[in-house]
């Protein structure tokens, strides 16, 4: 404890007075440096579904412009926009047609520059999608890539000749036959592409292709956009010998496909060349199959990414459940691998899951606004950048869709049609999808009670959730109880404490298969955060009384009685509350 509070001591010292900067932060933990990107708090966008200027059924850029001042108040500091670029639209714009263009869906270049303005204006930094493990394969790059086995785009993509023989099996995550090498008649050639056809996958061995990326990221870093986060870039090297794999590995395919060959080598160029001449941020989707993979990443000494975004945790629910034990087991590991080193993402939902509080809370009328909070409480008291998915803030659920045609997700339909071809459990499959499709986190913001929603004039382009007259902004907005303004106050907490940020993290009464319980201290001050994860009234056994300690927050109206036996606090269904000890 003496060398802590020792290295806290010299940690404001050298914020404050010292004067050789560079000496000072040497000997501070680098998970206590002070980094904008570690305090800010990220709000992810989906384009698609935010807010639809025109009427044509698609969110747009002029949508989410027109709702700045709602963003601003949430008290954000940073937007994550998904991939706004020219796309034919295969993959909802993670194949990408034209890399300094917009999609035409989205609006114009004009449009993004006035988005980019209006947030900053707000003091709201941007963050944008990096999609550059594949390109669509409407990009001119694979255009001209096919056309000839001597295109000098040839090389910008993996290509397997044909009399060679069939190429050794790569698994595809999205083809219908999960085939990963699709046959091209033009040049008697297979092209690889890990996700959809539509998605060749890119040569990151070539180093024009690698320089041609880092001339797009400074094109889009020169107009100022604060942060790049990239997609599916942990499969970006690859063995381009293609040897064989073991026989059934696409069962576990991540350690054959993630972190192979130059991979940081990639990254450490692509630090020298784009990173370290701006102001950004940058984040990896994934963090590798180790914490050693995860700190290779991030470690600020390694001059590769800021932070990484690891799935371990939004992996875990599954329609009977999940354990709470191995949740808080999994965040406790993570947390006490990157105490002293390198940063980490935590979040609970994004675009590729299903809504927050259907996976993770409990989504019926009785619960939902409870578990809503009690999940947002998590994300905010966490040490690590929270990531915050657009609708959690209503407690927006899963559609609950009942038919394939009412999902629009290529992979989702794919997948429908190779399990027909082949008599799979279809049944089996729809109980699936209505629980953990990605769909249910893509359906439409529901802004008022209003026809769909008061996202579109028109027909969206996926069905609103039909539970939008109940949830939604308009009925939250004025509600002092809401999941919006609890969430907002949140944001404000956290924002005014920075022991949330960067405190010391302890979980208490670990073995407890109920409650997640821990502390956050920081420079002598220290908060006490007790969460219950079910439906029923649960106890939690504390080390100390805390009796006379402050509640600082609470997800119930009426906030609970004091006891003056406070070792043993029984904590209602769902409820979160925060204390200042």
């Given at each position: 404890?003496?060398l802590?509070?020792l290295?806290?001591?010299?940690?404001?010292?050298?914020?404050?007075s010292?004067?050789?900067?560079?000496?000072?932060q040497?000997?501070?933990?680098?998970s206590?440096?002070k980094k904008?990107w570690?305090?800010?708090?990220?709000?992810q966008i989906y384009?698609?579904?935010?807010k639809?200027?025109?009427?044509d059924?698609?969110?747009?850029?002029?949508?989410?412009?027109?709702k700045l001042?709602?963003?601003?108040?949430?008290g954000?500091?940073?937007?994550?926009?998904?991939?706004?670029?020219?796309?034919?639209?295969?993959?909802?714009?993670?194949d990408v047609?034209?890399?300094?263009?917009?999609?035409?869906d989205?609006?114009?270049m004009?449009?993004?520059d006035a988005?980019l303005?209006?947030?900053?204006?707000r003091?709201?930094?941007?963050?944008?999608?990096?999609?550059?493990n594949?390109?669509s394969?409407?990009h001119?790059?694979?255009?001209?890539?096919?056309?000839?086995r001597?295109s000098?785009y040839?090389?910008?993509?993996h290509?397997?000749?044909a009399?060679r023989?069939?190429?050794?099996y790569?698994y595809?995550?999205?083809d219908?036959?999960?085939?990963a090498?699709?046959?091209?008649?033009?040049t008697?050639?297979?092209y690889?592409?890990?996700?959809?056809?539509?998605?060749?996958?890119?040569n990151?061995e070539?180093?024009k292709?690698?320089h041609?990326?880092?001339d797009i990221?400074?094109?889009?870093a020169?107009?100022?956009i604060?942060?790049f986060?990239?997609?599916?870039?942990?499969f970006a090297?690859?063995?381009?010998?293609?040897?064989?794999?073991?026989?059934?590995?696409?069962?576990?395919f991540?350690?054959y496909?993630?972190?192979?060959?130059?991979?940081h080598g990639?990254l450490?160029e692509?630090?020298?060349?784009v990173?370290?001449k701006?102001n950004?941020?940058?984040v990896?989707?994934g963090?590798g199959n180790?914490f050693k993979d995860?700190h290779?990443l991030?470690?600020?000494?390694?001059?590769?990414?800021?932070?990484?975004?690891?799935?371990d945790a939004v992996?875990?629910?599954k329609?009977e459940?999940?354990?709470?034990?191995?949740?808080k087991?999994?965040?406790?590991r993570?947390?006490s691998?990157?105490a002293?080193?390198?940063?980490v993402a935590?979040?609970?939902?994004?675009h590729?899951q299903?809504?927050?509080?259907s996976?993770?809370g409990?989504?019926s009328?009785?619960?939902?606004?409870?578990?809503?909070?009690?999940?947002s409480?998590?994300?905010?008291?966490?040490?690590?950048?929270?990531?915050?998915?657009n609708?959690d803030?209503?407690?927006?659920?899963?559609?609950?869709?009942?038919?394939?045609?009412?999902y629009?997700?290529?992979?989702?339909l794919?997948?429908y049609q190779?399990?027909k071809?082949t008599?799979?459990?279809?049944q089996?499959?729809?109980?699936?999808?209505?629980?953990?499709s990605?769909?249910?986190?893509?359906t439409?913001f529901?802004?008022?009670?209003?026809?769909?929603?008061?996202?579109?004039s028109?027909?969206?382009w996926?069905?609103v959730n039909?539970?939008?007259k109940?949830i939604?902004y308009?009925?939250e907005?004025n509600d002092?109880?809401?999941?919006?303004?609890?969430?907002r106050?949140?944001?404000?907490?956290r924002?005014q404490n920075?022991l949330?940020?960067?405190?010391?993290?302890?979980?208490?009464?670990?073995?407890?298969?109920?409650?997640?319980?821990y502390?956050?201290e920081l420079?002598?001050?220290k908060?006490?955060v007790?969460?219950?994860?079910?439906?029923?009234a649960a106890r939690?056994?504390?080390s100390?009384?805390i009796?006379?300690a402050?509640?600082?927050?609470?997800?119930?109206d009426k906030?609970?009685?004091?006891?003056?036996?406070?070792s043993?606090?029984?904590?209602?269904?769902?409820?979160a509350?925060i204390?200042k000890?």
């Amino acid at each position: 404890m003496r060398l802590y509070l020792l290295s806290l001591i010299f940690v404001f010292t050298c914020l404050f007075s010292c004067t050789q900067t560079a000496i000072c932060q040497s000997d501070i933990p680098e998970s206590n440096v002070k980094k904008w990107w570690k305090e800010a708090i990220v709000y992810q966008i989906y384009p698609r579904s935010f807010k639809d200027s025109d009427g044509d059924g698609i969110g747009d850029l002029k949508g989410i412009i027109s709702k700045l001042d709602y963003i601003k108040s949430l008290g954000v500091t940073a937007v994550w926009i998904n991939p706004i670029y020219s796309s034919p639209n295969d993959d909802n714009g993670y194949d990408v047609s034209d890399y300094r263009g917009i999609m035409k869906d989205f609006g114009t270049m004009a449009d993004f520059d006035a988005l980019l303005k209006g947030l900053h204006q707000r003091g709201i930094k941007l963050v944008m999608d990096l999609v550059v493990n594949h390109s669509s394969d409407e990009h001119e790059w694979f255009k001209q890539s096919r056309t000839s086995r001597t295109s000098p785009y040839r090389d910008y993509y993996h290509w397997w000749n044909a009399e060679r023989g069939k190429p050794p099996y790569r698994y595809s995550l999205f083809d219908v036959n999960h085939d990963a090498w699709k046959y091209d008649s033009l040049t008697n050639a297979y092209y690889l592409h890990y996700f959809s056809r539509k998605q060749p996958d890119l040569n990151w061995e070539n180093p024009k292709l690698r320089h041609e990326v880092y001339d797009i990221m400074k094109f889009w870093a020169d107009k100022g956009i604060d942060g790049f986060r990239l997609d599916a870039f942990g499969f970006a090297a690859k063995d381009t010998s293609f040897p064989a794999l073991p026989e059934g590995y696409e069962k576990n395919f991540m350690p054959y496909y993630s972190m192979q060959g130059n991979l940081h080598g990639y990254l450490q160029e692509m630090n020298k060349e784009v990173f370290s001449k701006y102001n950004v941020m940058s984040v990896a989707e994934g963090a590798g199959n180790s914490f050693k993979d995860a700190h290779n990443l991030v470690d600020a000494d390694r001059n590769e990414l800021n932070m990484a975004y690891p799935f371990d945790a939004v992996d875990m629910p599954k329609p009977e459940g999940y354990s709470l034990l191995r949740f808080k087991e999994l965040f406790s590991r993570w947390d006490s691998a990157f105490a002293n080193k390198g940063w980490v993402a935590v979040f609970l939902a994004n675009h590729d899951q299903a809504r927050m509080v259907s996976r993770f809370g409990n989504d019926s009328p009785e619960f939902r606004e409870l578990s809503s909070k009690m999940l947002s409480t998590f994300i905010m008291t966490m040490r690590g950048t929270p990531y915050y998915y657009n609708g959690d803030e209503l407690g927006m659920t899963n559609a609950g869709f009942d038919k394939i045609e009412d999902y629009k997700d290529m992979a989702a339909l794919n997948e429908y049609q190779r399990l027909k071809n082949t008599g799979g459990d279809i049944q089996l499959f729809m109980e699936q999808l209505k629980f953990g499709s990605r769909d249910n986190g893509r359906t439409p913001f529901q802004w008022n009670g209003s026809t769909n929603a008061g996202f579109t004039s028109g027909t969206p382009w996926i069905n609103v959730n039909p539970n939008y007259k109940v949830i939604n902004y308009a009925a939250e907005q004025n509600d002092p109880n809401s999941v919006l303004n609890y969430f907002r106050k949140l944001t404000k907490l956290r924002k005014q404490n920075q022991l949330l940020v960067y405190g010391k993290y302890n979980e208490l009464d670990k073995t407890n298969p109920d409650v997640y319980a821990y502390t956050r201290e920081l420079a002598g001050q220290k908060m006490l955060v007790l969460l219950n994860f079910t439906k029923t009234a649960a106890r939690v056994n504390l080390s100390s009384n805390i009796s006379t300690a402050q509640l600082v927050l609470c997800n119930y109206d009426k906030v609970p009685q004091k006891n003056k036996y406070a070792s043993v606090v029984t904590l209602r269904p769902y409820e979160a509350l925060i204390y200042k000890l």
